[in-house]
């Protein structure tokens, strides 16, 4: 310790330095590459390497749609070691409870947000924890804010991994409004921007009551609700205490509401100290994924169904959380859905 500061020892193993890179990138992917990688393109206008900014512009107009068409999911890309060493930072950790078989189409609904998703990334738009092991014939695609995609290059390496836009055309095309083939799984962070800023450690308030078009979209396709929740998930950053009512609050919910993002106020580690920065702590993250729960086809589910579907989601997400709370929680650890 210096200055207050809790500094990384100089002998480290390799492969800890090497989980901290990939626990970097990520960071760095999610916080500020899609900007860089515009500035560099633009600045490549104005040199005699112009042309590469043209011809993959034109390439990215092409495919402005494809956010909203399954992506271009690659096995390759999926499989990158950096993804192992990812995982294994915190560590994350899959955990299946029943069998999801590949002859329908999911709807998986992932808990709670955090501050970078972090567990949503690893364990469906990788296979750092062996998704296609333990749920084989199962293609999952993370949706993710529309926005991440007009971001040059950084939109590639999202598409590549199956990662698709969060907006109804999307889901529509995955469950089958587009294609008639089975094995599809939608995963959707069905708390949004809103649920970050109560992303602090030991919390499990998750933005449920009111979101239901998610369980609307699963009536309408046949698709079967899977509840997910992620234990460790809030436990990654320290945020800036804001409870309801606050100043500070008021004014993130009102930026979220105009930016469509949450601007938290937050800290992890850095990459030679403990102290402050913007990796996240090294804290384990266990996703579990609970049972699918069966959905009769109704194209146009009234709002009785759609309710009566929603508290059964609900229910599993409960049953959920209790049955693995002493397991994976910290004790004394309650579920409060909002």
């Known amino acids: 310790s210096l200055l207050s500061i809790q500094w990384a020892p100089l002998r480290i193993p390799l492969h800890r330095r090497l989980e901290t890179l990939a626990a970097f990138y990520y960071s760095a992917s999610f916080l500020a590459f899609g900007v860089l990688a515009s500035l560099l393109l633009v600045y490549l206008l104005f040199t005699r390497f112009c042309c590469v900014s043209l011809v993959y ?30 995982r294994d930072y915190f560590p994350i950790t899959l955990v299946k409870t029943c069998d999801l078989p ?12 955090g501050i970078m998703c972090a567990g949503a990334f690893g364990n469906f738009a990788t296979e750092g924890t062996g998704f296609s092991e333990l749920f084989p014939n199962i293609r999952p695609h993370l949706l993710v804010l ?13 598409l590549s991994a199956g990662i698709c836009a969060s907006t109804p055309k999307s889901i529509d095309f995955i469950l089958g409004a587009k294609q008639q083939d089975k094995g599809n799984a939608a995963v959707l962070v069905v708390g949004g921007a809103i649920e970050v800023l109560d992303a602090h450690p030991g919390s499990y308030r998750l ?37 309801e009512g606050t100043l500070l609050r008021r004014c ?25 920065g913007w990796l996240p ?12 729960l069966e959905v009769a086809k109704i194209e146009e589910p009234s709002d009785e169904e ?15 959380f209790e049955d693995h709370k002493d397991l994976y929680a910290a004790p004394g650890a309650q579920l409060c859905i909002a």
Request: proline share 7%; charged share 20%; net charge positive.
């Open 57 to 86: 512009f034109g390439w990215m107009i092409w495919d402005w749609n494809a956010c909203d068409r399954g992506g271009h999911p690659s096995t390759w890309v999926r499989s990158w070691t950096v993804w192992k060493y990812f």
């Open 102 to 113: 590949p002859g329908k189409n999911y709807l998986l609904g992932y808990h709670p947000h």
């Open 146 to 158: 529309k926005g991440q995609f007009r971001f040059p290059i950084h939109r590639d390496l999202l």
């Open 207 to 243: 933005y449920l009551s009111r979101r239901k078009g998610f369980v609307r979209k699963a009536l309408q396709h046949g698709a079967s609700l899977v509840p997910v929740l992620s234990f460790g998930e809030n436990e990654l950053f320290v945020q800036a205490s804001n409870p």
């Open 252 to 276: 993130q919910a009102w930026l979220t509401r105009r930016l469509g993002f949450a601007p938290p106020i937050f800290h992890g580690r850095g990459v030679f100290q403990y102290s402050y």
């Open 281 to 292: 702590f090294r804290k384990p993250v266990v996703t579990v994924v609970g049972a699918p």
């Open 306 to 320: 759609v309710d009566a579907l929603h508290e059964r989601y609900t229910s599993a997400l409960s049953r959920l």
